[in-house]
């Protein structure tokens, strides 16, 4: 739904206007709401609540953020179980990944829906003509009976996903004394606020912010600018559910299969300068998917790892640590979304290549900062003292 949105809402980017709100409203829960939901709740019960939140048959509703800011917990939750299945196999190295990504659906090809003519093809691609006339065949929208199944589908998958929450996921005993909960629960929101804040003080929490910022430019501008400036425009609407089928399809597979971050920064880096120089033509149409399903590998690293690397590197404050994770990866949302209908796509896949080159030299200090805090120091020893097993996101 998300990747529809700047086609089905474009008149006067309405659609990126949503998402930026959307974004901005979880830019702010995300601070303060889930550790005292958390608390009040429980991680299970939490995460079932925010996702009763997403089950809702109004596609022209705008997603307030609230559920969104919620489903951290779900991060904090598999964290915190595979940090417990480590201790139970006593195994060194586990593979923490988990892909978020769904295989999309599309809408059905109508019959009204003819070629796209030179003209306007040249206004697709990264040199766009920044008008929503572009491609007017390609940008129709189809039926509201149409658009109300396909979000009556994800309604039902998501009555489903939350009885399965239920019935089946475990509540996460807490290691607290009952006094220590006392005291969590009578904390007062400014502390919990506050206590976001006070983990800047961290260097690596600093340090790690350009590369969470980018998990939130590099989704925002696939969602977006390419489902609409490279899809729409020059395929038509309904093939973004095929061609982000192939994203979500290969993110999920490669999240079970993909571990070390730097590893696939080429890749990435050669997605965006691909869709900066090629000008996007229905004849080449396997390029379309190609282009989603690499960029789809890349993503399911930044998304298994770097919220495997906020569990290990800050395994005692997690809480705060996945409200960072979420307040910052929501301002990348936010900024993208924001200026999405004001530049064009050059302009908006060069800002992306900037933050990516700048998160890996941050990233690079991270693992510096790593390296020398405990040089030569073995795995197990780091655990037992309290480390920050890094190492073993790879």
Not at 87 to 95: A, G, H, R
Not at 133 to 148: Q, V
Not at 239 to 262: H, K, P, Q, T
Request: glycine residues 6%; contains cysteine.
């Amino acid at each position: 739904l998300q990747s529809l949105q700047s086609s089905l809402s474009a008149e006067e980017g309405l659609g990126a206007a949503f998402l930026s709100v959307l974004f901005a409203a979880l830019t702010l829960l995300s601070v303060f709401l889930p550790p005292i939901i958390i608390k009040k709740l429980g991680c299970k019960w939490t995460i079932a609540a925010s996702m009763c939140c997403y089950v809702h048959t109004n596609p022209y509703l705008c997603d307030p953020g609230l559920r969104r800011s919620t489903t951290l917990v779900c991060q904090m939750h598999l964290t915190s179980l595979l940090l417990a299945l480590r201790m139970l196999t006593k195994q060194e190295k586990i593979q923490k990944t988990l892909s978020t990504n769904t295989l999309g659906s599309s809408f059905c090809q109508s019959s009204n829906q003819g070629e796209i003519s030179e003209e306007d093809l040249e206004c697709c691609g990264a040199y766009d003509c920044l008008t929503d006339a572009t491609n007017s065949t390609g940008l129709e929208r189809p039926s509201d009976s149409l658009i109300y199944t396909l979000v009556g589908v994800y309604a039902a998958s998501g009555v489903l996903a939350v009885l399965l929450v239920i019935i089946f996921l475990d509540q996460i005993k807490s290691d607290q004394t009952e006094t220590e909960k006392e005291k969590l629960m009578s904390s007062s929101f400014w502390s919990t606020f506050l206590a976001t804040f006070r983990h800047l003080k961290d260097k690596r929490q600093c340090l790690l912010i350009p590369l969470t910022m980018y998990s939130g430019f590099e989704q925002a501008f696939l969602a977006g600018d390419y489902s609409k400036s490279f899809i729409t425009c020059a395929l038509g609407i309904h093939y973004i559910g095929y061609v982000m089928i192939s994203f979500a399809g290969i993110n999920s597979l490669c999240s079970l299969l993909f571990g070390n971050i730097s590893q696939f920064t080429v890749l990435n880096t050669g997605c965006i300068i691909t869709v900066l120089l090629w000008k996007p033509d229905p004849k080449q149409l396997a390029v379309f998917f190609v282009i989603s399903g690499l960029w789809g590998v890349s993503d399911a690293v930044w998304q298994t790892q770097t919220n495997a690397l906020y569990g290990i590197l800050f395994e005692k404050n997690k809480e705060a640590a996945f409200a960072n994770y979420r307040l910052w990866e929501s301002v990348g949302f936010v900024i993208a979304f924001a200026y999405s209908t004001k530049l064009q796509v050059y302009i908006k896949t060069y800002i992306v290549l900037s933050v990516l080159v700048l998160s890996m030299v941050t990233y690079g200090a991270v693992e510096y900062l790593e390296a020398k805090s405990s040089p030569g120091t073995p795995a197990a020893t780091k655990k037992e003292n309290g480390g920050s097993h890094f190492q073993e996101t790879h």
